[in-house]
């Protein structure tokens, strides 16, 4: 299984970022994926969550009306829009197959500020 995440950089408060996460060695179409970070010195942490047909979707609290789940089946690809974001949002992300985030593969930073 490879995941590997990209999009992440640095933002301002308030402005926002689209995180992709392409996969291979999996049926794509077939799997339930989710969304993870890891901020500065914190566990990780599962923020999101996706059906494999992509109709069923669930959102930490912490991200619940900013952050958006998708995914393309045709390209084996998993989305994350977030908009509005805060400085507590900086983290490392990852996307996974899990949602313990142990088939989680190299993610990308994300750095909020101003």
């Known amino acids: 299984v490879q995941l590997q995440a990209s999009g992440g950089g640095l933002v301002q408060p308030g402005g926002s970022l689209r995180l992709s996460c392409v996969a291979s060695?999996?049926?794509?179409?077939?799997?339930?994926m989710y969304w993870l970070r890891q901020a500065p010195g914190k566990g990780l942490e599962v923020i999101s969550g996706?059906?494999?047909?992509?109709?069923?979707?669930h959102y930490a609290d912490s991200v619940k009306g900013r952050f958006k789940i998708s995914r393309d089946n045709g390209l084996n690809t998993l989305y994350l829009q977030m908009d509005n974001l805060k400085s507590e949002d900086t983290a490392v992300y990852y996307c996974a197959k899990d949602e313990q985030g142990d088939s989680r593969g190299r993610g990308t930073q994300v750095t909020v500020s101003s």
């Open positions: 996706i059906s494999s047909a992509g109709s069923t979707t």
């Open positions: 060695g999996i049926i794509f179409r077939h799997t339930p």
